[in-house]
């Protein structure tokens, strides 16, 4: 992956660059992390035109590697105003990666109001007007873009939450069935594309392919051992595949920290009813697909096909997140209205945990009661509307709070909670604090030793050892995400160390490296002080590594316990 795409909004101009010697070796969160952080201004408009969006494939997605393929974003964060990268699956971080590209920068900003999209070949790219799908949801888009440029194209794509830069948007990329269901969630991405006038872009990939390994023996050795620990690991070889990432329901529910009606209680008496297991005879029952690849060369399988009650398709998953965000978080128990408020939110283009966590918000403020799913559904529709209501929700779960006025708003520099109550699982709680993202579980999944004792164990009840947790995983995840890995390798890698050693070994023998385990984690730790470096910079201070004051004051049930890791504790996590 030689190439940087640099995508001029100003002159809509696109040049295509050789990879400069300061961004090399890097890909996906790494990459973006480091170009955002010498590129942008830290203190500048996240909407204005001196922030860039930075898309970039991970070190391995151009190659053939198990679970490798995710697409990484960055940029300043509207939603947290520090840095952000959110990655997700799909098709476009493969391609990107068979076509030789490091990353695309998207620059500038148009005049007028008008809408573009980016054509991207192998061998380069063009600026288009795309006026037709203006004001278009994302299935609408895609499907215009599909009679044009066919079906084994890639896109990204926003839907009208992004065209209206509203800082819950999220950034939609095509699945292997050319549907808009991936997304690159977090932190308001959709509406930095939205700022650039950018609608669509088309990854084309025709003539690319993977590139080959220096050393393709130790490739194919290296890759057959974390296929083996994938294979062997109950949770990535059976758990995930059975019943998709919702397994967690019950788990997590049973464990006490599965936040309900806007954090105020641990157990949800529906849960049941939208647990995985009832989610897998429901999917089974109306032919749809359970163990589904979101991305080429997936072998855990963790997505699945929702169909409606006609056995019609009606969404993906939905996953655990977005099943408790706008389920037991609202009090909802019912299984089809929350998978169509998953379709909702993929079409306009919103993030799922912060939608969720702003209705919930909004239930407390008392614009609908906790439980009315009829009423979600009706909130979701105010978004393209355009109405005062549905910005207001399009903002996110702190700018709910602050309309109506509500004091217990679950946020981290401004970014809603994800599906575990940090009171009674106190190591997630430490990561969501001190992430350089805002609230972010997949920051450094301590539910892994807290909970699923994946990676050993970790009381999640107590504070004791929690900082060492989440600091540990905080770095491990940087790397990860730098290489293009799907998160969930790291449920077999921390238990089966060989499958560690693939990781590093594909890295070694594709690009002709000596890496060893240290450098990996060297790598995560830069990662995370260049993100650290550029949140500062914005104006982020300790204040800003805090859990909001009420899971420190409010006990919840059913262990009644309060978040117990002390402020001058959270600011150990970094030191290293
Ligand atoms: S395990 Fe799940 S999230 Fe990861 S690549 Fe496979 S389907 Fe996508």
Same mark, same amino acid.
């Not at 010498?38 to 391995?60: I, Q, R, S």
């Not at 573009?116 to 007007?129: A, R, S």
């Not at 969630?185 to 594309?193: D, I, Q, T």
């Given at each position: 992956?030689?190439?940087?795409?640099?995508?001029?909004?100003?002159?809509?101009?696109?040049?295509?660059?050789?990879?400069?010697?300061?961004?090399?070796?890097?890909?996906?969160?790494?990459?973006?992390?480091?170009?955002?952080?010498?590129?942008?201004?830290?203190?500048?408009?996240?909407?204005?035109?001196?922030?860039?969006?930075?898309?970039?494939?991970?070190? @391995?997605?151009?190659?053939?590697?198990?679970?490798?393929?995710?697409?990484?974003?960055?940029?300043?964060?509207?939603?947290?105003?520090?840095?952000?990268?959110?990655?997700?699956?799909?098709?476009?971080?493969?391609?990107?990666?068979?076509?030789?590209?490091?990353?695309?920068?998207?620059?500038?900003?148009?005049?007028?109001?008008?809408s573009?999209?980016?054509?991207?070949?192998?061998?380069?790219?063009?600026?288009?007007?795309a006026d037709d799908l203006k004001g278009l949801g994302n299935y609408d888009t895609v499907a215009k873009l599909?009679?044009?440029?066919?079906?084994?194209?890639?896109?990204?794509s926003i839907g009208q939450?992004g065209e209206?830069?509203?800082?819950?948007?999220?950034?939609a990329?095509?699945?292997?069935?050319?549907?808009p269901?991936?997304?690159?969630?977090?932190?308001?991405?959709?509406?930095?594309?939205?700022?650039?006038?950018?609608k669509a872009?088309?990854?084309?990939?025709?003539?690319?392919?993977?590139?080959?390994?220096?050393?393709?023996?130790?490739?194919?050795?290296?890759?057959?051992?974390?296929?083996?620990?994938?294979?062997?690991?109950?949770?990535?070889?059976?758990? @995930?595949?059975?019943?998709?990432?919702?397994?967690?329901?019950?788990?997590?529910?049973?464990?006490?920290?599965?936040?309900?009606?806007?954090?105020?209680?641990?157990?949800?008496?529906?849960?049941?009813?939208?647990?995985?297991?009832?989610?897998?005879?429901?999917?089974?029952?109306?032919?749809?697909?359970?163990?589904?690849?979101?991305?080429?060369?997936?072998?855990?399988?963790?997505?699945?096909?929702?169909?409606?009650?006609?056995?019609?398709?009606?969404?993906?998953?939905?996953?655990?997140?977005?099943?408790?965000?706008?389920?037991?978080?609202?009090?909802?128990?019912?299984?089809?209205?929350?998978?169509?408020?998953?379709?909702?939110?993929?079409d306009y283009g919103?993030?799922?945990?912060?939608?969720?966590?702003?209705?919930?918000?909004?239930?407390?403020?008392?614009?609908?009661?906790?439980?009315?799913?009829?009423?979600?559904?009706?909130?979701?529709?105010?978004?393209p509307?355009?109405?005062?209501?549905?910005?207001?929700?399009?903002?996110?779960?702190?700018?709910?709070?602050?309309?109506?006025?509500?004091?217990?708003?679950?946020?981290?520099?401004?970014?809603?909670?994800?599906?575990?109550?940090?009171?009674?699982?106190?190591?997630?709680?430490?990561?969501?604090?001190?992430?350089?993202?805002?609230?972010?579980?997949?920051?450094?999944?301590?539910?892994?030793?807290?909970?699923?004792?994946?990676?050993?164990?970790?009381?999640?009840?107590?504070?004791?050892?929690?900082?060492?947790?989440?600091?540990?995983?905080?770095?491990?995840?940087?790397?990860?995400?730098?290489?293009?890995?799907?998160?969930?390798?790291?449920?077999?890698?921390?238990?089966?160390?060989?499958?560690?050693?693939?990781?590093?070994?594909?890295?070694?023998?594709?690009?002709?490296?000596?890496?060893?385990?240290?450098?990996?984690?060297? @790598?995560?730790?830069?990662?995370?002080?260049?993100?650290?470096?550029?949140?500062?910079?914005?104006? @982020?201070?300790?204040?800003?590594?805090?859990?909001?004051?009420?899971?420190?004051?409010?006990?919840?049930?059913?262990?009644?316990?309060?978040?117990?890791?002390?402020?001058?504790?959270?600011?150990?996590?970094?030191?290293?």
């Open positions: 992956m030689e190439k940087i795409v640099r995508v001029n909004m100003d002159d809509l101009t696109v040049k295509v660059e050789l990879v400069p010697e300061k961004y090399r070796g890097l890909g996906g969160r790494g990459l973006t992390s480091t170009i955002v952080a010498a590129e942008v201004p830290p203190t500048c408009d996240p909407l204005g035109k001196d922030n860039k969006l930075v898309f970039a494939p991970g070190l @391995l997605n151009n190659t053939p590697a198990p679970n490798a393929g995710r697409l990484s974003v960055g940029c300043k964060s509207p939603l947290t105003g520090g840095i952000k990268e959110a990655n997700s699956g799909g098709v476009a971080g493969n391609k990107l990666g068979r076509m030789g590209i490091a990353a695309v920068v998207v620059e500038g900003m148009p005049k007028g109001n008008k573009y999209k980016l054509i991207l070949t192998k061998d380069g790219g063009t600026i288009e007007p599909t009679a044009k440029y066919g079906q084994k194209t890639g896109y990204v939450a209206m830069l509203l800082k819950a948007a999220s950034i990329v095509t699945d292997r069935e050319n549907r269901t991936r997304h690159l969630g977090r932190g308001g991405v959709g509406a930095v594309m939205g700022s650039k006038g950018l872009i088309v990854v084309d990939d025709t003539g690319g392919q993977y590139s080959k390994p220096v050393d393709p023996e130790g490739f194919k050795k290296a890759s057959k051992k974390l296929l083996d620990a994938l294979k062997t690991h109950p949770v990535t070889s059976q758990g @995930l595949p059975t019943y998709g990432t919702n397994v967690l329901a019950n788990i997590i529910n049973e464990a006490g920290g599965y936040p309900t009606r806007n954090f105020s209680e641990g157990r949800f008496e529906g849960v049941e009813k939208i647990s995985g297991e009832r989610q897998h005879d429901v999917i089974l029952e109306r032919g749809g697909k359970i163990a589904h690849g979101c991305m080429p060369g997936c072998v855990i399988q963790c997505s699945r096909i929702y169909n409606d009650k006609d056995g019609k398709f009606l969404t993906k998953g939905p996953e655990y997140e977005t099943i408790w965000a706008n389920g037991a978080n609202c009090g909802i128990d019912d299984l089809d209205s929350i998978a169509q408020i998953d379709r909702l939110c993929d919103l993030d799922t945990i912060e939608w969720g966590d702003a209705v919930a918000v909004a239930m407390e403020g008392g614009v609908k009661k906790f439980g009315d799913a009829k009423g979600a559904i009706e909130l979701i529709k105010e978004v509307k355009g109405t005062e209501l549905g910005i207001i929700l399009g903002n996110g779960a702190a700018s709910v709070g602050r309309a109506y006025n509500v004091s217990r708003v679950p946020v981290v520099k401004g970014q809603g909670l994800p599906a575990y109550d940090p009171r009674p699982i106190m190591g997630i709680g430490v990561t969501y604090a001190t992430s350089t993202m805002g609230a972010d579980h997949t920051a450094g999944y301590a539910i892994a030793p807290n909970i699923l004792k994946v990676g050993g164990f970790v009381d999640p009840l107590k504070p004791e050892g929690q900082i060492d947790t989440s600091r540990n995983l905080q770095i491990a995840t940087a790397a990860l995400d730098t290489a293009g890995m799907c998160i969930f390798v790291a449920f077999a890698i921390l238990d089966i160390p060989a499958g560690f050693e693939g990781i590093y070994e594909m890295l070694n023998a594709q690009y002709g490296l000596k890496l060893t385990a240290d450098d990996v984690l060297a @790598l995560g730790k830069s990662v995370l002080r260049t993100e650290r470096e550029f949140n500062k910079k914005a104006g @982020l201070t300790s204040a800003d590594d805090r859990l909001p004051k009420f899971f420190m004051t409010e006990p919840l049930s059913p262990h009644g316990k309060v978040f117990e890791v002390t402020d001058d504790e959270l600011d150990q996590v970094h030191n290293y």
